[in-house]
């Protein structure tokens, strides 16, 4: 049975820079569409990145052009480099996988059962 672990959340000033790991323990990831997950204070958990077993990757609008989601099937660890931080960003991130992804979905389309606890990320006007 896979688990995931996520870490590297933290607080930053606006503007700044975190990375996101999510390790998977137990079966391999390598064919499972895996993305990252957010939930603000008071608000529904939205998809922010999601990337398939062979690499394709969408994002939310609201982080297009300043997210990075990347995975290494090897060391079994999913990734989120995220840049220009805004306070809306503010949020626990959550790791999620699921067993297969369409081409041009996105895992926020299915139903997720996977997921890991969270990473909180702060950011600071």
């Known amino acids: 049975r896979v688990q995931l672990a996520e870490s590297g959340g933290g607080s930053v000033q606006a503007g700044g820079s975190l990375r996101l790991s999510c390790v998977a323990s137990?079966?391999?990831?390598?064919?499972?569409?895996m993305g990252w997950f957010r939930q603000a204070p008071g608000k529904e958990r939205e998809g922010a990145a999601s990337?398939?077993?062979?690499?394709?990757?969408t994002y939310a609008d609201s982080v297009k052009g300043r997210f990075t989601i990347s995975r290494d099937n090897a060391r079994k660890t999913l990734y989120l480099q995220m840049n220009t931080l805004k306070p809306e960003d503010t949020a626990m991130y959550y790791c999620?996988?699921?067993?297969?992804?369409?081409?041009?979905?996105?895992?926020?389309?299915?139903?997720?059962?996977?997921w890991g606890q969270g990473a909180q990320v702060t950011v600071s006007s």
């Open positions: 137990g079966d391999t990831i390598s064919n499972s569409c």
């Open positions: 999620a996988a699921h067993p297969y992804c369409l081409p041009y979905r996105s895992i926020w389309d299915y139903e997720v059962n996977l």
């Open positions: 990337i398939t077993a062979v690499g394709k990757t």
